[in-house]
T-cell receptor
């Protein structure tokens, strides 16, 4: 079945550091890919998405590019802030069906 | 507009009791999903509704779990004879329920119900 594998956490960085959280997937067909974020004490929020190969999703300074050849969707941000501290989930979906999530990566940004 | 809402936000119950969790989707969303978030298992799919029917119940962990949706809107997830391993955050999401020009159907999540079984 479809699956998503994320870089293991937790990840701790200093403010203004460069962030990469790796995500790779296994799927039949051509899934859409997502990054969701869960801030402390809050629900899951959609951060960005990409629906086909070579698409780049971006939001709040975060970017991820759908790479079909490497089955990857790595999340990047050039300069992180303390407010980016959260748990990040990579996920895939095929059509109007269930999301398949990675295990989540906890990110802590120190001032 | 209003997002997905869930109630209660927290529920503490004793082992063996039944619980009901409620989800109000975004108005106009025909698809509704239940997921479970637990420490050991991460985020797991439970059940998916399109309108009032459930074409995919594959994630329900046992026959103690059931869900229904009425009027194409509110959904209730019921857990009978709760066990300690049922302790988790239960998340509801809704979506338009169709794959449009964007090629996908984005799901929007509620804040969750934290269930603790003593």
């Amino acid at each position: 079945g479809d699956s998503v594998t994320q870089m293991e956490g937790p990840v701790t960085l200093s403010e203004e550091a460069f962030l990469t959280i790796n995500c790779t997937y296994t799927a039949t067909g051509y899934p859409s890919l997502f990054w969701y974020v869960q801030y402390p004490g809050e629900g899951l929020q959609l951060l960005l998405k990409a629906t086909k190969a070579d698409d780049k999703g971006s939001n709040k300074g975060f970017e991820a590019t759908y790479r079909k050849e490497t089955t990857s969707f790595h999340l990047e941000k050039g300069s992180v802030q303390v407010s980016d501290s959260a748990v990040y989930f990579c996920a895939l979906i095929q059509g109007a069906q269930k999301l398949v999530f990675g295990q989540g990566t906890r990110l802590t940004i120190n001032p | 507009g209003a997002g997905v809402s869930q109630s209660p936000s927290n529920k503490v119950t004793e082992k063996g009791k039944d619980v009901e969790l409620r989800c109000d989707p975004i108005s106009g969303h025909t698809a509704l999903y239940w997921y479970r978030q637990s420490l050991g298992q991460g985020l797991e799919f439970l059940i998916y509704f399109q309108g009032n029917s459930a074409p995919d119940k594959s994630g329900l962990p046992s026959d103690r779990f059931s869900a229904e949706r009425t009027g194409g809107s509110v959904s209730t997830l019921t857990i009978q004879r709760t066990q300690q391993e049922d302790s988790a955050v239960y998340l509801c999401a809704s979506s338009l329920g169709l794959v449009g020009n964007s090629g996908t159907d984005t799901q929007y999540f509620g804040p969750g119900t934290r269930l603790t079984v003593l």
